[in-house]
């Protein structure tokens, strides 16, 4: 039986193709490679520009924060100056009512005393104990009868309650009137959270100033107390 051998269409390969496939796969690997450094240099040049723009960042944050700093403390420390000067000059306004209210009182101390039966002959301000650890701010005195005065411009339940500790130990520490009857008495312009009337609780008598006068504003039945 014989075999019919089909006839291939296919050129021979030669040894000069196979060369020339060569030479173009290498081309071809050469191109990818190119590429690929291409590739990898460009995503080392993102990354720097990209940890370039970070430093960038942060150190603009830095300046920022630094600046922010900065600023905070200037603006405490204005602050600072601006309450410190707040506060003298508060001071100085206190001052200068207390004085005024003081002067107004010690004028009619003797005569709205007259009017609750205490029938003082004197007036003294600014008055200190022998020891220098205590000063009054006025005393009113017929030799019998001591009556304390504390002024202040505005009258709150603290400040009443440090002039009673004074009024405890008044008698000690100012031995000339240890053999007298002692009241107190508080004179202000304003009154805070009701310490007048806490004041008067305690025994006290209660001075208002107003205007270009000063009375005892108690109410009719009140008994002072004697320290």
Known sequence: MEMELEQSNQEPLTFEKMLMLFRETRKAMEQSTKQFQETREMMRETSRETALRFKDLENLHKKNDEEHQAAKKELERIERIQQKKYKQLESMFTGQWGKLVESLVEGKLVYILKQRNIDVKETYTRIESPEKDMELDIIAANGKDVVVVEVKTTLKIQLVDEFLEKLERFRALFPRFAEENIFGAVAFLRDEASAAKYAQ?????????????????NRENFIPKNW
Not at 211 to 216: H, L, N, Y
């Open 201 to 217: 609780k305690k025994g006290l008598f209660i001075i208002k100033a107003t205007g270009d006068s000063a009375s005892i504003v």
